[in-house]
């Protein structure tokens, strides 16, 4: 523990060096066919991953991996473009690291999002999911082993791990950007194959709306450290056995191009109405 202490510091600290001790009130990690929202942070200095001490490094295409931390909305936000994922061959404590860098940053509000697949038989790709909730029924977790005091409880509360006055900004902001938004639960599977057509039923029967690979550990451990968290998916397809056709990752860049434009009129108007109590 002494040791991710000691690594959490230096991160944060060549992060600083980079761009000041102005006070960074959201932290964003965006999803597959996501990363676009980044480019239109003004005053943006951009930070690439193999450049931090202790980052790892993205693997995946549709992530450029890198920091950008600017001005959004008149908020001074840190951007990732491009996350870390437990199939790369990361550990969970890897996958989490930026999150926990974040916090030692001294950033208290975090905006997930993810591309998903969709698992809701009434819903369509394209829609925008607001996240209330969790499943994983992987054995793995973030948080196994020792627990770091200095960042958290070793056992603590979940049911506000998706901040309820948050999904109510999110809400709000849909309301009055005109663009629609659905509410559900987001399950995780470890990936990288897509989940088979009986883990897509067995999803649905779970009470799952959407299927992905991330996302969830991000919230766990944002949730062990207090951080004010909103999760947003982007269904960029519907899951295994619900078309009869083959899923591929191609689809869900091309998805997610389509959508740029009113997920990033969501997400700004998200950025800009977030209550500044939450990054205090």
């Not at 600083?16 to 932290?27: A, H, L, P, Q």
């Not at 991000?218 to 519907?238: R, V, Y």
Request: proline content about 5%; charged content about 25%; glycine content about 8%.
């Amino acid at each position: 523990m002494d040791e991710l202490m000691k690594n959490l510091s230096e991160t944060a600290e060549y992060i600083k060096s980079k761009v000041g001790e102005e006070k960074i009130e959201i932290g964003l990690v965006l999803g597959s066919g996501l990363g676009d929202l980044a480019d239109e942070i003004e005053n943006a200095v951009v930070i690439d991953y193999h450049d931090i001490p202790h980052f790892p490094v993205s693997t995946v295409p549709g992530h450029k991996g890198r920091l950008v931390i600017g001005n959004l909305e008149g908020r001074r936000v840190l951007c990732m473009q491009g996350r870390f994922h437990y199939y790369e061959g990361w550990t969970m404590q890897q996958c989490v690291y930026p999150i926990r860098t974040m916090k030692a940053l001294g950033i208290n509000s975090l905006l997930l999002t993810n591309a998903a697949g969709c698992v809701n038989m009434d819903w369509q790709p394209g829609d925008l999911m607001i996240i209330n909730d969790h499943i994983k029924l992987i054995q793995d977790n973030p948080l196994r082993g020792m627990n770091p005091d200095a960042l958290g409880p070793r056992f603590f509360d979940m049911c506000t791990a998706y901040d309820p006055d948050l999904i109510e900004v999110a809400k709000k902001a849909s309301a009055t950007t005109g663009v629609d938004t659905r509410e559900g639960v987001y399950m995780l599977f470890t990936g990288p194959s897509f989940e088979t057509k009986a883990e897509v039923r067995f999803a649905r029967i779970s009470g799952a709306d959407a299927v992905g690979m991330s996302t969830v550990p991000e919230a766990i451990t944002a949730s062990h450290m207090k951080m004010h968290t909103l999760g947003i998916s982007c269904l960029t397809n519907m899951a295994a056995g619900i078309l009869d056709q083959p899923l591929n990752h191609e689809e869900v860049i091309e998805t997610g191009n389509k959508v740029k434009a009113k997920f990033t009129k969501l997400i700004r108007e998200i950025v800009k109405t977030w209550p500044k109590s939450k990054t205090e």
